[in-house]
């Protein structure tokens, strides 16, 4: 019997697309390892009822009921529509009778529509730096700008996709769905120096019944998610761990919850390896981060679990995010110095890396013994990337009068882009395909080209109204990551701009002036 353990786990596991209530968590590890918290009041739409989670009509009831009841704090405006016409809001939490310069700080939840506590949680943040003089007092020196629930369309479905079946936190760079591009412009107006992104992860996922005797659970109550893409400038990578990640684990520790560095799972050559980290600039970590914002996405234990912990889950993200605020509002000086110095610390463009593998130990809950283990696993860490190509930063980027697609979703990441006035010669480096590799199976339906390049350099008369983007700019990391034709997330990898063997790029290098 013990060995169909794992078979009736999956088998369970592939109803919860049909009946979204199941729950695969016993009640005894929940009040072994994960018992609800009193400390959170019933204060939020969701949490007034027992049954299913905040709607869209409650939603925006309870943020126009913020806005009326503290005016002078709070403005709502809506960003866009979701692709069923539900407007998108953002609510901005300051103190407006102060005007003096203020650190900027984004948040959101609800990217993914299964992920009901990162939306819960933000609303409970809201609310309590609203009507909490325990922490109102931040809102004097912080500037907020909160999207409480970004997919509005799979979150009203419980649905992790938007209605086009895209996944919006692989969209971050080709920006295929309306909603990615009404939220990415939102941040890019705003253009904060801390982001944050709530999530909940999924405990009993299909790869973790292959490890162990019977099969494992995930143990930890949040995961951290930070950026290890050689492209953020080092010390924005190190300001965030040190100062924001570590104090914020140490503040979950305190409050007796668990966290780490976020792990997500791949089956590679057979065996289930651990990734560490991200460098994928697709999603909103890596992304955040490449604009020189201080930048996390935060996971919490909670995707397939309905309600169950969900007071303890909404707490977590209220710490965290909390947490982040406080350390952001004592620290903002540092914080902007810091963000001016990384502007120039960019010489040269990691297009490819490579990650660091070892074995290590993660704690997880075994589910036969109902009992928590020290599981040996191998991880691939992005967290410890090394170059592989490498190209220096040019000057800027020129791009032919034709590419009106490309520019506009520049535009949309916050990239300052200039046109000739005049026809003008410039000596550049010319983008030659020499190899191009196309993925017959699409991902978030882009048919992907994996190209590589030979430069060349060309004396080019450029005609007046070609595109020219200095690199001299805050977005020159985001800007690179989406140009350099063989970055894993570029408009060239992701099929935004299709190509062909031994065709030139209409994307051209300017490495020095004319």
């Known amino acids: 019997m013990k060995n169909l353990i794992p078979y009736f786990f999956m088998f369970f596991l592939s109803l919860t697309s049909i009946w979204a209530q199941f729950n695969p968590q016993s009640k005894k590890i929940t009040e072994k390892f994960f018992p609800d918290t009193d400390k959170i009041k019933d204060v939020t739409p969701g949490l007034k009822k027992n049954k299913g989670f905040t709607n869209y ?36 939490l300051t103190n407006h009778k102060l005007n003096q310069e203020k650190l900027k700080i984004w948040i959101q939840g609800g990217l993914h529509g299964n992920e009901p506590a990162s939306s819960e949680g933000v609303l409970y943040i809201l609310y309590t730096l609203l009507n909490d003089p325990e922490y109102k007092y931040l809102l004097n020196s912080i500037e907020l700008a909160v999207v409480p629930m970004a997919n509005i369309d799979g979150y009203l479905k419980q649905n992790r996709y938007a ?63 930070y950026s290890g893409n050689l492209n953020v400038p080092k010390n924005i990578r190190q300001l965030t761990e040190t100062l924001f990640v570590e104090s914020t684990r140490k503040e979950l520790e305190i409050n007796n919850l668990t966290s780490r560095d976020y792990v997500s799972t791949e089956d590679f050559e057979g065996e289930i390896r651990f990734n560490r980290g991200s460098t994928n600039a697709r999603s909103s970590a890596t992304s955040y981060a490449l604009t020189n914002t201080i930048s996390t996405l935060v996971e919490v234990r909670g995707v397939g679990l309905d309600r169950t912990s969900f007071k303890r889950r909404i707490f977590t993200t209220f710490l965290i995010g909390m947490n982040y605020i406080k350390i952001a509002h004592k620290n903002a000086e540092i914080i902007k110095q810091e963000i001016a110095k990384a502007r120039y610390n960019m010489g040269e463009i990691t297009v490819t890396s490579s990650q660091e593998v070892y074995k290590d130990d993660i704690l997880a809950i075994d589910l036969e013994a109902d009992d928590l283990i020290k599981l040996p696993v191998t991880i691939r860490d992005a967290l410890l990337s090394k170059p592989k190509l490498v190209r220096p930063l040019p000057e800027a980027y020129i791009i032919n009068h034709n590419q009106p697609e490309i520019i506009e979703k520049m535009k949309v990441l916050g990239i300052k882009i200039d046109t000739l006035s005049e026809e003008k010669q410039f000596t550049v480096e010319c983008y030659l395909i020499s190899s191009i590799e196309d993925n017959s199976v699409p991902y978030e339906k882009m048919n992907l080209q994996k190209v590589t390049t030979e430069i060349v350099n060309r004396v080019i008369r450029f005609p007046k109204g070609t595109y020219i983007i200095s690199t001299d700019q805050k977005n020159k990391p985001i800007l690179t990551e989406v140009l350099e034709p063989e970055a894993p997330n570029s408009f060239i990898s ?17 490495l020095k002036k004319n």
Do not use: C
């Not at 107006?189 to 494992?216: A, C, Q, S, W």
């Open 57 to 92: 009509e409650e939603l925006i009831s309870f943020l126009t009921t913020l806005q009326e009841e503290h005016s002078d704090w709070v403005t709502l405006e809506y960003i866009g529509a979701s692709q069923k016409g539900l407007k998108i809001p953002l609510i901005k």
């Open 494 to 510: 992701f099929g935004v701009l299709r190509t062909k063997l031994n065709e030139e790029l209409p994307i051209y290098r300017l």
């Open 163 to 225: 209605a086009n079946g895209l996944d919006l936190n692989r969209d971050q760079t080709k920006l295929m769905a309306p909603e990615s591009v009404a939220i990415k412009q939102a941040f890019s107006n705003f253009d904060p120096e801390v982001g944050l992104d709530f999530h909940e992860y999924n405990p009993y996922r299909r790869d973790f019944t292959k490890l162990h005797n019977y099969g494992i659970a995930a143990y930890y109550d949040a995961m951290m998610l």
